[in-house]
């Protein structure tokens, strides 16, 4: 992971700015139900915590084990549009079951199908994203993509906000508007999106054989142990959104958690990338683990709505510091011929991570309340932290 690589000052590749802002729109869309989601399963649908720990962790695990099989797939067709245009379609399509839906079973179905179609798009986005960025740029490009799908994660919970205070706290409602973003998103991507001529060629064999698989340098693998660490000290954010609700915030201000969270997130993920180009990335990494324990430190002791608000700025400065730094790390150590299985792979272990993650958030919260469950991601973000100071002292990292 070395720090010397050249930075320049030519433009990012419009595909790059193009799959950016399709995201934002997904977002958009996705937020708008996920930032009511946890509160209206729990106060509408008579759901408990750790009901939604177990869903939530579900659902993204959902989407971690599907990017395994469609980044395979990308590396093997060389047709990463076609699979990325598929995950959004199908995301867009499943958007109009929530409102429709009427019992718990039939929005866990919903949120399960709509991870699928996450699933499907992640990993061929991102290999498309390297593919389409200059080496010298991939830190930067992956922080400009992540920076505009947080734009959409925060755009969304303030939509959510608004369209709550203004139909006074229709559920259904806000999660009919969501369709319209996620229908633009598809738009976008079909419209102006090209696969780049010059990607490395088709697969002849099955991606996720041994021998292919065995491709996948040590250094790879070391990136997504330390990643799936990271992942057990950073459980879902539906969390944070049972926070605000645990200190008796309203309703239609519970999504201001996310906001928050994600205006920091947007704010600090294109910088951070922008600056790991430059410098050793594992440092960033470390800062980004220091960041997320006083997080967790901050909710687990939160009197009022200042600190949860101030935990969950943290929280997204700590994924700013990290996400888009970790994709980048992916690209940097993966053939360009296995990027779609490289990024599938890396998806599945941190998928996993995030389910054991939750559902142990969701316990805790159950038998001991929040406090617990922040201390004990405070504990695991340390454990994270000793972990990547061993890798870079293998890397040779001064």
Request: hydrophobic share 60%.
């Amino acid at each position: 992971m070395p720090a010397d690589r050249p930075r320049r000052s030519h433009a990012l590749p419009a595909g790059v700015w193009v799959l950016g802002f399709v995201s934002m729109f997904m977002d958009v869309s996705s937020e708008m139900v996920h930032a009511l989601l946890p509160v209206y399963l729990v106060a509408v649908l008579g759901a408990t915590t750790l009901e939604v720990g177990v869903i939530e962790g579900i659902a993204e695990a959902t989407a971690a084990i599907t990017k395994v099989f469609s980044g395979a797939l990308s590396d093997w067709l060389g047709k990463r549009k076609l699979l990325a245009g598929l995950g959004y379609g199908l995301a867009a399509l499943v958007k109009p079951v929530f409102p429709l839906a009427t019992s718990l079973g039939w929005v866990v179905a919903a949120r399960f199908v709509d991870r699928v179609g996450k699933g499907i798009r992640g990993a061929p986005r991102d290999a498309l994203v390297a593919d389409i960025a200059p080496p010298d740029q991939r830190g930067a490009a992956f922080g400009l993509r992540q920076s505009l799908d947080t734009v959409g994660a925060f755009l969304g919970p303030l939509a959510a906000m608004a369209l709550m205070w203004a139909t006074a706290g229709a559920f259904r409602t806000v999660f009919w508007v969501a369709v319209i973003p996620a229908l633009l998103a598809v738009v976008l991507l079909v419209a102006l999106v090209k696969e780049p001529p010059h990607r490395a060629a088709p697969l002849r064999r099955v991606p996720l054989r041994r021998a292919e698989l065995a491709r996948l340098s040590h250094r790879y693998w070391a990136v997504v142990a330390v990643a799936s660490v990271f992942t057990l000290a950073r459980f879902s954010e539906a969390f944070l959104i049972l926070r605000g609700q645990s200190i008796a915030l309203p309703d239609d201000l519970i999504p201001g958690v996310l906001v928050v969270m994600n205006l920091a997130y947007a704010l600090s993920a294109y910088p951070a990338g922008r600056l790991s180009d430059g410098m050793e990335r594992l440092h960033l990494l470390l800062l980004g683990l220091g960041v997320l324990v006083a997080a967790d430190l901050v909710l687990a002791f939160a009197g009022g709505v200042a600190e949860v608000l101030l935990g969950a700025a943290l929280w997204g400065l700590h994924m700013g510091l990290t996400q888009g730094i970790l994709a980048t790390l992916v690209a940097d150590e993966a053939p360009a011929a296995l990027r779609g299985t490289a990024f599938g792979m890396f998806n599945l272990v941190t998928g996993a991570a995030l389910l054991i993650a939750s559902a142990l958030a969701g316990a805790l919260w159950t038998e001991a309340g929040p406090e617990a469950t922040f201390l004990g991601g405070a504990v695991l973000a340390l454990l994270s932290a000793s972990g990547l100071l061993a890798l870079r002292r293998r890397s040779g990292a001064a």
